[in-house]
RNA sequence: GUGAGCGUAGCUCAGCUUGGUAGAGCGCCAGACUGUGGAUCUGGACGUCGGGGGUUCGAAUCCCCUCGCUCACCCCA
């Protein structure tokens, strides 16, 4: 009976920006190449198929985002391909296969696009996501972390935001790592009996991802474990302080999280991660750190690096949060409607409507003959600041009625002259 | 991968407990108002009640299965 096919939708975890939604993400688009060009950072654009292999040998073969959650196949030729999870490898992948070490200076770039996990959706986390991050590389001076932290604050104060909070660690070097993951397992050994399951499972598997643990009652028992920072070696030791020290000096306000630790096995020395409170479960705006030994491990020449990714999608979930209070009313998309009667007024409708577009008005033109009283409804609803109406009593005089739809007065003007007026009148 | 909640008009939702074959608000269309929108009034269109099966004389309502969405765990941006 039923012969209706179900329509197709979106797959899980992707979805479609509509406007008036996507001209929020266009003003943190916009906001963030501001900011991060006030900087001297340069955009690059990398590709979103990437070897298999970049990921595996950076992010970690024992990850979760490499062992359950990327997007992999073979191509036709057998290849296995993936596509991106982040961005970081990908950008030090370029930074070695375009030699950029040989130019002699550092490098700071920017990217902002799609990543893909395939993990269960909920808010603020998607399959298809998208993070605009930023990475400097070729120098571990301490103060570009503390620059990467200045401008990233910079960055939330200028969209709007205010309850967020700096979290910042350091994760120690390649080196001194191996041996506090030592000393903190053994110090879980006598107290793992009296923790959550997950808990005692990860004393085994993954110590630091205890320190990370939210059970309640687990609590007392990881403040009183050994932190990192105390077991890092001399240089990473002071590393530490001197980005400290750069915080305090820029007035960046952070909070010390011995608990901080990333997911991501590149990462050396400086982590940090800024969370607000208006996001949910998913409450990380944006995290980073340090990579030293990235580039060595996809086969490159040893270069530091810092870097930050920014969930977009949560940043805009945040923005949105953050203006909720706010009255101001959406700016008017539309400057001017044109509204004509009769096939003699098409013609010249057409040419006012291209005139005032090339002068940079956003105007709109009924495409089929319309009623005055439709046309000025429509633009009504589409927000249009000005209509321009012509009619029979227009043609004959030459002059058309201009009218200011807020004020609801109208105005008789020569079709020369309305472009003129036009932006006189929008300009205040 | 696991758990919970929710799927009824374009949107937001009521109705389900106590089965009797579908409602509101907003939006949309038209008219009152023959070339002047936003307000008001009047009228109108629009539903496989997510899908399938079962119970029943009768199912949006009860039962089973299934799909989807959402939130949470996990992990991260």
Same mark, same amino acid.
């Given at each position: 009976?039923?012969n209706?096919?179900?329509p197709?939708?979106s797959?899980?975890g992707?979805?479609?920006?509509?406007?008036?939604?996507?001209?929020l993400?266009q003003?943190?688009?916009?906001e963030s190449?501001?900011?991060f060009?006030a900087?001297?950072?340069?955009?690059?654009r990398?590709?979103?198929l990437?070897a298999?292999a970049?990921?595996s040998r950076?992010?970690?073969?024992?990850?979760?985002?490499?062992?359950?959650?990327m997007?992999?196949?073979?191509d036709?030729?057998?290849?296995?391909?993936?596509?991106?999870?982040e961005?970081?490898?990908?950008?030090?992948r370029?930074? *070695?296969?375009?030699? !950029?070490?040989? &130019?002699?200076r550092? =490098?700071?770039?920017?990217?902002?696009?799609?990543?893909?996990r395939r993990e269960?959706?909920?808010?603020g986390r998607?399959?298809?996501f998208?993070q605009?991050g930023a990475?400097?590389?070729?120098?571990d001076?301490?103060?570009?972390d503390a620059e990467m932290?200045?401008m990233?604050?910079?960055?939330l104060e200028?969209?709007?935001?205010?309850?967020?909070s700096l979290?910042?660690?350091s994760?120690?070097c390649?080196k001194?790592?191996p041996?506090?993951?030592?000393?903190l397992?053994?110090?879980?050994?006598?107290?793992?009996?009296n923790?959550?399951?997950d808990c005692?499972r990860?004393?085994d598997t993954?110590?630091?991802r205890?320190l990370?643990c939210?059970v309640e009652?687990d609590?007392p028992?990881i403040?009183?474990?050994?932190? *990192?920072?105390?077991? !890092?070696?001399? &240089?990473?030791?002071? =590393?530490?302080?001197a980005?400290?020290a750069?915080?305090?000096e820029?007035?960046?306000?952070?909070?010390?999280s011995?608990r901080l630790?990333?997911?991501?096995?590149?990462?050396?020395?400086?982590?940090?991660e800024?969370t607000s409170?208006?996001?949910?479960a998913?409450?990380?705006?944006?995290?980073?750190?340090?990579?030293?030994g990235?580039?060595?491990?996809i086969?490159?020449p040893p270069?530091?690096g810092?870097g930050?990714?920014?969930?977009?999608?949560?940043l805009?979930?945040?923005?949105?949060?953050a203006a909720?209070?706010?009255t101001g009313p959406a700016?008017s998309?539309l400057d001017?409607?044109?509204?004509?009667?009769?096939?003699a007024a098409?013609?010249?409708?057409t040419?006012?409507?291209r005139?005032?577009?090339?002068d940079?008005l956003?105007?709109?033109?009924?495409?089929e003959?319309?009623?005055l009283?439709?046309?000025l409804?429509l633009?009504?609803?589409?927000g249009?600041?000005?209509?321009?109406i012509?009619?029979?009593?227009?043609?004959?005089?030459?002059r058309?009625?201009?009218?200011?739809?807020?004020?609801?007065?109208?105005?008789?003007l020569?079709?020369?002259?309305i472009a003129?007026?036009l932006?006189a009148?929008?300009a205040k």
């Amino acid at each position: 009976m039923s012969n209706k096919i179900a329509p197709i939708r979106s797959v899980k975890g992707t979805r479609d920006l509509l406007p008036p939604e996507t001209g929020l993400w266009q003003r943190v688009e916009d906001e963030s190449r501001r900011t991060f060009a006030a900087y001297n950072f340069q955009e690059i654009r990398t590709p979103i198929l990437e070897a298999t292999a970049l990921f595996s040998r950076s992010v970690g073969e024992d990850t979760d985002i490499v062992m359950k959650e990327m997007y992999t196949f073979d191509d036709r030729d057998r290849e296995s391909l993936t596509l991106r999870p982040e961005a970081t490898a990908s950008v030090v992948r370029a930074y *070695i296969e375009h030699s !950029l070490f040989n &130019e002699g200076r550092l =490098h700071k770039l920017y990217y902002i696009g799609p990543m893909f996990r395939r993990e269960r959706p909920q808010k603020g986390r998607y399959r298809q996501f998208y993070q605009i991050g930023a990475e400097v590389l070729g120098s571990d001076h301490p103060s570009i972390d503390a620059e990467m932290l200045e401008m990233l604050v910079l960055l939330l104060e200028r969209l709007g935001l205010s309850g967020f909070s700096l979290l910042l660690n350091s994760v120690g070097c390649s080196k001194c790592r191996p041996q506090y993951v030592k000393t903190l397992r053994q110090a879980l050994q006598s107290v793992k009996a009296n923790m959550c399951a997950d808990c005692q499972r990860r004393a085994d598997t993954n110590p630091l991802r205890v320190l990370d643990c939210k059970v309640e009652a687990d609590q007392p028992i990881i403040e009183r474990l050994p932190h *990192i920072v105390e077991h !890092l070696d001399p &240089e990473c030791r002071q =590393h530490f302080d001197a980005v400290t020290a750069d915080l305090d000096e820029r007035g960046v306000a952070y909070t010390l999280s011995p608990r901080l630790v990333r997911g991501l096995d590149y990462y050396t020395r400086t982590t940090f991660e800024i969370t607000s409170s208006v996001l949910g479960a998913q409450n990380a705006l944006l995290g980073g750190g340090r990579y030293d030994g990235l580039s060595e491990m996809i086969g490159g020449p040893p270069t530091p690096g810092f870097g930050v990714a920014i969930g977009e999608d949560r940043l805009v979930l945040a923005v949105a949060e953050a203006a909720k209070d706010k009255t101001g009313p959406a700016a008017s998309q539309l400057d001017v409607y044109i509204a004509w009667m009769g096939d003699a007024a098409l013609a010249p409708a057409t040419v006012l409507a291209r005139q005032l577009r090339r002068d940079g008005l956003r105007v709109e033109i009924g495409y089929e003959p319309a009623k005055l009283k439709k046309s000025l409804g429509l633009a009504s609803k589409l927000g249009a600041r000005f209509a321009v109406i012509i009619g029979e009593g227009e043609l004959s005089t030459g002059r058309y009625q201009v009218k200011d739809m807020s004020a609801g007065a109208q105005k008789e003007l020569e079709p020369a002259q309305i472009a003129e007026y036009l932006k006189a009148a929008l300009a205040k």
